[in-house]
């Protein structure tokens, strides 16, 4: 079966680091959309990053300059290295696979608290 794990979220103080990782199982991972989406109580969940199998890479216009996506297939693990974190970035933090419209993957989450 499918499984994205998800791990490195924390508690952390405004300005800090971390670096989130996705382990991917169950799929050929080279060929997925690999993204980074967030929710925080009470809102949507949201697009943070988002890198192709090509190696294409998008991100929220809040986040832009702060967050780096990165994949290594030999792995099968997609990263999301985050620096100056704000309070805003609170948030449980979601892995996504996607091949299509169709094949689409989600992890359990981890959570990233920032404190000010």
């Known amino acids: 079966q499918v499984r994205l794990v998800e791990a490195g979220g924390g508690l952390v103080q405004a300005g800090g680091s971390l670096r989130l990782s996705c382990a991917a199982s169950?799929?050929?991972?080279?060929?997925?959309?690999m993204g980074w989406y967030r929710q925080a109580p009470g809102n949507q969940r949201e697009l943070v990053a988002r890198?192709?199998?090509?190696?294409?890479?998008n991100y929220a216009d809040s986040v832009k300059g702060r967050f780096t996506i990165s994949r290594d297939n030999t792995k099968n693990t997609v990263y999301l290295q985050i620096h100056s974190l704000k309070p805003e970035d609170t948030a449980v933090y979601y892995c996504?696979?996607?091949?299509?419209?169709?094949?689409?993957?989600w992890g359990q989450g981890t959570q990233v608290t920032v404190s000010s």
């Open positions: 996504n696979s996607q091949l299509g419209r169709d094949l689409n993957y």
């Open positions: 890198i192709t199998s090509g190696g294409s890479t």
């Open positions: 169950g799929i050929t991972f080279s060929l997925y959309a």
